[in-house]
């Protein structure tokens, strides 16, 4: 090495040291005065070209004063690169060497910040005025605008749930980034501004190296990997990009619609990132440089998914001196909402929010808050899945129709669907909702067994339609309601809390379902269904008496019924130790009712029954639902499936439920006011009660639904005096995040009780 470098570029070195890197060899070269960086590279007249087009930019700078970047030295003959070492095609060149120590090493000041964002401005300023046909020309996978190329390696990425983030921040930046394309400004930048590229001096930026991705690129690209690489490890990212933002802003002014996508754009980086390290450890499991900063990448990814978008622009906006954008207050949108609907459809919360977007287990309102989801169980698999919303995208770009049609779809999911029940339970008919299932699955019982009575739970709710409404107790039994019709049977509610057996070892079970079978043996004529959920939810997660299915379920067949169970709530994997909520009580029901999570929001509902019971139903008159069952309701719901099983999203309900559930038992014993913890995997309930008695407290339980949404986590309140505490996220829920959710309950109920006391 030191004999070519003598005879090629007349330098004589005393020492060659090897330094890190990913696509190409690097040499520190030190001479008696002098220290200079050998680079080589693998032949191919490609890279030939960009060796060459780096070089052009450096000489470039140079001509344009441009401190701190390298100085390309030439050969002996003038030329900056060479073909032929050892009789050996390669490139090579020499750089003069830059003193600094690298950004990643030195502890970050706002002033080195500050720093930061001046050095890249004054840079891109110069590089506007360079133009290159052949950094022009390239298709990078370093470049943002040229993110799909990095798609291919998602696969590669080995842990499902960080895929799916990476994957959900592929799908904003088609939705966010590419319709605002035209409108962005583009130039040559440097293009990759990270820790190990950046060379400080004190508190001053000094220098930059390696111009090797260089690209032709939009220009707010520049700042969105400086803030990406300098801001990854930093528990507050906006603050610190804000710096860098206004500094860059004050030598190069950036544009409002830039800081409008740069949200997306560092999450682009990031994607970026992740996927062509996941690849490189396939490649090539022991190049560490290639793992460098992986840590902190997805360390980042978590960070920026809980920062609301709006709140990053906003952020962004300010640092560059634009005024923040004004959406409609809260009180507008309601009185918009109430000119053209009717007050009897309801809003949660005291202070109703203005939502505008969601991801995973994260709202977004409309002015910058990020909301803890610990409360909606229909975005079951998280909100916007990408792989959900794909599946719909594709589909309803293909065909979407209707069941009088032969598709694909329909069989396969009907098939998969099936695949996870008993084998009894091997027919199904899709709808568009619980409501509209539950419906089909009465009109279907009176069918099959000729009888009109059902029997249904106190407490318990099926949905919306008039049969269904007749057949909820919760709502047929409201002062406001229509009544019980003579047709209905209510069973007591079997809860081993306030109801009168309490032994939940099978004997309050067995007790409870004796009291539902007298009133069977009692009735006058027999009963053609009983219809139940595994839970109560509306009764305020009251779970069943374990064995009480087990024993009603046997005499409902015996004197001619049908046993239907309503899974809209409890089943795709809820309850953590079972698939569906009628696995606990050890039964196979006749009829299983499915909708809310079945296509994660996408309208859709389905009733699962024997083949006994659609053979009754086919002597009857033509069923027919108009979307039931649809080509893109089918894609979406088996994206759910195949969501829940990849990223193992029942067993996450099973650990995250239980450390949850474990969290709350411990703040009852520290609380007098929590009388019973109840509830299974992601599907829980906390009665709150007057201190050591078992009266309600509806008004505590309400302020803690509303103080945890003022601290910006979501949970709601139900049962028959809406005293009870319900939570029921998505799957996706961590156990971070049910830490987070007890602590803010205990902080809560410690301030109540302060407040109290004094």
């Known amino acids: 090495m030191k004999t070519i470098l003598r005879e090629q570029f007349g330098i004589n070195a005393i020492k060659v040291e090897r330094l890190s890197g990913l696509d190409n060899a690097n040499y520190l070269v030190e001479t008696k005065t002098e220290r200079y960086i050998f680079k080589t590279y693998p032949y191919t007249r490609d890279i030939l070209t960009l ?30 690169t060479v073909l032929d070492i050892n009789e050996q095609k390669c490139i ?5 060497y830059l003193d600094g120590v ?39 996978k370093w470049d943002i605008l040229h993110l799909d190329l990095s798609k291919q390696y998602l696969e590669h990425i080995p842990d499902k749930k960080n895929r799916s983030i990476v994957y959900y921040y592929f799908k904003q930046y088609e939705e966010n980034v590419v319709p605002s394309l035209p409108e962005l400004r583009t130039s040559i930048i440097h293009n990759d501004a990270n820790e190990w590229n ?33 801001c990854y ?87 560059a001196g634009f005024p923040a954008k004004n959406p409609l207050p809260v009180e507008k949108m309601l009185s918009k909402r109430y000119e053209h609907m009717s007050s009897i459809l309801s809003v949660s919360y005291d202070n109703p929010i203005y939502m505008k977007g969601a991801a995973f287990q994260y709202m977004y309102d409309a002015y910058g808050n990020t909301f803890l989801d610990a409360y909606n169980n229909i975005p079951h698999v998280g909100h916007t899945h990408p792989k959900v919303v794909e599946a719909g995208q594709r589909q309803m770009a293909k065909l979407n129709t209707n069941t009088r049609y032969l598709y694909d779809s329909l069989n396969e999911y009907a098939e998969k669907l099936l695949a996870k029940f008993p084998d009894s339970l091997n027919k199904v008919f899709f709808v568009n909702s619980g409501s509209a299932a539950t419906d089909l699955a009465l009109r279907m019982a009176t069918i099959h067994t000729g009888h009109k009575k059902i029997m249904v739970m106190e407490h318990g709710y099926h949905g919306n339609t008039r049969a269904a409404i007749d057949v909820s107790y919760y709502k047929f039994s409201n002062p406001k309601g229509s009544g019980k019709k003579e047709h209905i049977v209510v069973a007591p509610i079997p809860d081993t ?24 043996e ?118 759910v499936l195949e969501v829940i099983e990849e990223e ?111």
């Open 51 to 80: 060796v060459e087009a780096e070089n052009d930019a450096l000489l470039f700078l140079q001509n344009e004063d441009q401190k701190g970047t390298q100085r390309p030295i030439p050969l002996k003959d003038r030329n900056y």
């Open 92 to 96: 090579c060149r020499m750089l003069s």
């Open 102 to 140: 690298f950004l990643a090493d030195v502890p970050h000041t706002e002033k080195l910040f500050q720093s930061l964002g001046r050095f890249l401005a004054h840079l891109d300023l110069k590089l506007q005025n360079f133009v290159n046909y052949r950094i022009e020309a390239r298709k990078l």
């Open 198 to 230: 950046v060379l400080v001096a004190g508190e001053e930026v000094s220098g930059i190296i390696d111009f090797g991705d260089m690209a032709h690129t939009l220009l707010i690209n520049e700042l969105a990997i400086a803030i990406t690489y300098s």
């Open 233 to 319: 490890d930093k528990e507050n990212p906006l603050e610190w990009a804000s710096i860098l933002i206004r500094s860059y802003h004050e030598i190069l002014p950036v544009q409002e619609k830039e800081l409008e996508v740069l949200y997306y754009l560092i999450a682009a980086r990031l994607c970026i990132s992740v996927c062509n390290s996941a690849y490189a450890r396939v490649k090539n499991g022991d190049n560490e440089y290639a793992f460098v900063s992986e840590k902190y990448a997805w360390q980042m990814f978590y960070r920026w998914l809980a920062i609301n978008p709006i709140a990053a622009e906003t952020s962004f906006r300010r640092a």
């Open 497 to 520: 809390y306030r109801g009168k057996y309490t032994n939940d070892n099978g004997s309050a079970g067995k007790s409870y379902a004796e009291e539902a079978i007298n009133l069977i």
């Open 522 to 639: 009692n009735s006058e004529t027999p009963i053609g269904a009983f219809i139940s959920e595994p839970i109560i939810g509306c009764g305020g997660q009251v779970p069943l008496a374990k064995g009480y299915l087990k024993h009603l379920y046997p005499v409902i067949r015996k004197q001619g019924g049908v046993c239907i169970d309503d899974e809209v709530q409890t089943g795709f994997g809820r309850m953590g130790d079972h698939f569906w909520g009628y696995e606990a009580q050890e039964v196979v029901p006749d009829m299983v009712i499915l909708g809310k999570p079945m296509a994660n929001g996408h309208p859709m509902g389905a009733v699962v029954c024997t083949s006994e019971i659609a053979a009754s139903f086919e002597k009857g008159v033509e069923f027919f639902s108009s979307f039931g069952g649809n080509p893109v309701s089918c894609a979406i719901a088996l994206s």
């Open 648 to 758: 193992n999203l029942q067993e996450n309900a099973k650990i995250t439920g239980d450390y949850y559930k474990s969290l709350l038992a411990a703040l009852q014993k520290k609380y007098h006011c929590i009388g019973d913890v109840r509830g299974s995997g992601l599907y829980l309930g906390v009665e709150i009660v007057k201190d050591n008695t078992m009266e309600p407290d509806t008004e505590l339980a309400h302020h803690i639904k509303n103080e945890l949404r003022n601290r910006h986590i979501l949970i709601s309140t139900d049962g028959p005096n809406d005293s009870v505490l319900k939570t029921k996220p998505p799957l996706c829920f961590s156990k971070e995040d049910a830490f987070k959710t007890v602590e803010q309950i205990n902080d809560i109920l410690k301030k109540h009780y302060k407040t109290r006391i004094l």
